[in-house]
């Protein structure tokens, strides 16, 4: 699948069942033809996403007076990537990019676990920069990211930063190419099913033979990255045992006791579900969010083949008939096309709205406007919760408080009480004293 030094030239399949970004030290290389392209040595591979089982080596929190990210990165990264960087307005580094950039930097592998939005894209890509050879035309680093979405968030990112700042033109840069195959959603939703991308699966098949294929190659280096690694020491132990990373790869483990973020505010409302409508209605009109998420369960196979609409067909024609807001009504489902996915999702991050979707919006998505996010169905596990509510409170340093806001049944609490205990955190329980007159 990827090759390197002394290798025959090989082929990356474009076709397993993950996203790739490829990155590439030449504004002008061809890419090949569409399924298959030859990735020369030495290359950096990333991988992005939430792997079930996993390792250790905890960290402190970050402190006030940590280093800038160029004081860190400086001789490692290149000035205009730098530069560049504080353009965009990274200046001060997120905890997990001060704990992580030292040892990625010397070339350690490691696993990135931190809360969601905490900054591990910037982390990895500051790394895939500093070991590129922008004279080169090759591929060079490999991110593979769980959906298509989040591989088209990942791509803007690097292109963001690989983007000549003021004063550099005519300093070589390096191609961001995104090879983001599916998008059809049958493969994501089996994604959001198994969770992760480390199970025993069919689909994790291609994944972990990439991982291992190369792993005696010492010029690689390998990135993990997620917000949940659930049996971290078992999943750090099988990175080592399975040859995925090297020996001494470094399990850099933010916030180990806080696995939610502390700048969300978590709630819910009980209600019938003949109520619930009208109850997230009230609930959009007395919060007012500057842009917000609703939440709604899968359609069940049941409800399908008795031709029912979706919830979130539902969903959508009620509030665009009843909801006085200004937010625009979105809707991002797991049967539109990917055009129209991707249409949803700039438009939520530039100008705010309120969109309402299926899990699809869940993994890593980077929505930063998001104030408020509503369960309008509980999600299946905490770890599902977990990824809901770290669609909000995404700006760091940001002392804004988010909310979370579950609408339950009276026999759903225990559920709610459930994710409350294993990923630590309250709710309030909300009242909502109109409703019930
Ligand atoms: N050092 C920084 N300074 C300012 N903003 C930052 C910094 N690092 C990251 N950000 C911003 O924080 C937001 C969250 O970052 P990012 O998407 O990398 O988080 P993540 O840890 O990958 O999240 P998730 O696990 O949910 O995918 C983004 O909008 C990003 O631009």
């Given at each position: 699948m990827v090759c390197f030094r002394?290798?025959?030239?090989?082929?990356?399949?474009?076709?397993?069942?993950i996203s790739n970004i490829l990155l590439y030290s030449?504004?002008?290389?061809s890419p090949g033809p569409a399924n298959a392209v030859s990735l020369p040595s030495p290359f950096l591979f990333s991988l992005f996403s939430a792997p079930k089982d996993s390792p250790v080596l905890s960290c402190r929190a970050h402190t006030a007076a940590a280093p800038t990210l160029r004081e860190i990165c400086s001789g490692s990264v290149p000035e205009h990537i730098l530069q560049r960087a504080e353009e965009i307005g990274y200046v001060v580094p997120t905890a997990v990019q001060h704990q992580s950039l030292p040892l990625l930097l010397s070339g350690r592998d490691c696993i990135l676990h931190a809360q969601t939005g905490s900054g591990k894209t910037l982390a990895y890509l500051l790394l895939v920069f500093s070991a590129l050879d922008f004279n080169r035309s090759a591929v060079q680093a490999l991110i593979v990211v769980p959906t298509r979405e989040l591989g088209m968030q990942v791509t803007k990112v690097a292109r963001g930063l690989a983007t000549m700042p003021k004063?550099?033109?005519?300093t070589r840069t390096c191609t961001v190419m995104a090879l983001l195959d599916g998008g059809m959603l049958k493969r994501h939703r089996s994604w959001l099913k198994v969770?992760?991308?480390?199970?025993?699966?069919?689909?994790v098949h291609l994944l972990r033979k990439l991982l291992t294929s190369y792993s005696a190659i010492s010029s690689r280096q390998t990135i993990l990255a997620s917000a949940t690694i659930p049996q971290h020491n078992r999943f750090v132990h099988d990175c080592v045992q399975q040859k995925w990373t090297k020996n001494d790869v470094v399990h850099v483990h933010v916030n180990p006791v806080e696995p939610m973020p502390s700048n969300l505010c978590h709630k819910f409302v009980i209600c019938s579900k003949k109520e619930r409508l009208r109850t997230l209605l009230y609930l959009l009109q007395k919060d007012m969010p500057k842009s917000g998420i609703v939440f709604v369960g899968e359609q069940s196979e049941k409800s399908k083949k008795l031709g029912q609409p979706p919830s979130t067909t539902l969903i959508i024609e009620f509030l665009r008939a009843s909801y006085m807001g200004c937010l625009e009504v979105i809707l991002l489902e797991e049967e539109m096309n990917f055009n129209a996915r991707a249409t949803s999702f700039s438009e939520l991050r530039e100008r705010g709205c309120l969109l309402v979707s299926t899990d699809i919006a869940s993994r890593g998505f980077d929505l930063p406007q998001t104030t408020h996010i509503y369960n309008f169905d509980l999600p299946r596990s905490a770890v599902d919760y977990l990824h809901r509510a770290g669609?909000?409170?995404?700006?760091?340093?940001?002392?804004d408080k988010c909310s979370v806001t579950s609408l339950i049944t009276k026999e759903e609490r225990f559920v709610l009480q459930r994710f409350e205990n294993e990923l630590m955190f309250q709710s309030e329980e909300l009242v909502l004293e109109s409703l019930t007159n």
């Amino acid at each position: 699948m990827v090759c390197f030094r002394g290798a025959p030239a090989c082929v990356v399949p474009c076709r397993p069942s993950i996203s790739n970004i490829l990155l590439y030290s030449s504004r002008n290389l061809s890419p090949g033809p569409a399924n298959a392209v030859s990735l020369p040595s030495p290359f950096l591979f990333s991988l992005f996403s939430a792997p079930k089982d996993s390792p250790v080596l905890s960290c402190r929190a970050h402190t006030a007076a940590a280093p800038t990210l160029r004081e860190i990165c400086s001789g490692s990264v290149p000035e205009h990537i730098l530069q560049r960087a504080e353009e965009i307005g990274y200046v001060v580094p997120t905890a997990v990019q001060h704990q992580s950039l030292p040892l990625l930097l010397s070339g350690r592998d490691c696993i990135l676990h931190a809360q969601t939005g905490s900054g591990k894209t910037l982390a990895y890509l500051l790394l895939v920069f500093s070991a590129l050879d922008f004279n080169r035309s090759a591929v060079q680093a490999l991110i593979v990211v769980p959906t298509r979405e989040l591989g088209m968030q990942v791509t803007k990112v690097a292109r963001g930063l690989a983007t000549m700042p003021k004063g550099c033109e005519g300093t070589r840069t390096c191609t961001v190419m995104a090879l983001l195959d599916g998008g059809m959603l049958k493969r994501h939703r089996s994604w959001l099913k198994v969770d992760f991308m480390f199970n025993s699966s069919k689909q994790v098949h291609l994944l972990r033979k990439l991982l291992t294929s190369y792993s005696a190659i010492s010029s690689r280096q390998t990135i993990l990255a997620s917000a949940t690694i659930p049996q971290h020491n078992r999943f750090v132990h099988d990175c080592v045992q399975q040859k995925w990373t090297k020996n001494d790869v470094v399990h850099v483990h933010v916030n180990p006791v806080e696995p939610m973020p502390s700048n969300l505010c978590h709630k819910f409302v009980i209600c019938s579900k003949k109520e619930r409508l009208r109850t997230l209605l009230y609930l959009l009109q007395k919060d007012m969010p500057k842009s917000g998420i609703v939440f709604v369960g899968e359609q069940s196979e049941k409800s399908k083949k008795l031709g029912q609409p979706p919830s979130t067909t539902l969903i959508i024609e009620f509030l665009r008939a009843s909801y006085m807001g200004c937010l625009e009504v979105i809707l991002l489902e797991e049967e539109m096309n990917f055009n129209a996915r991707a249409t949803s999702f700039s438009e939520l991050r530039e100008r705010g709205c309120l969109l309402v979707s299926t899990d699809i919006a869940s993994r890593g998505f980077d929505l930063p406007q998001t104030t408020h996010i509503y369960n309008f169905d509980l999600p299946r596990s905490a770890v599902d919760y977990l990824h809901r509510a770290g669609r909000t409170g995404r700006i760091p340093f940001s002392k804004d408080k988010c909310s979370v806001t579950s609408l339950i049944t009276k026999e759903e609490r225990f559920v709610l009480q459930r994710f409350e205990n294993e990923l630590m955190f309250q709710s309030e329980e909300l009242v909502l004293e109109s409703l019930t007159n």
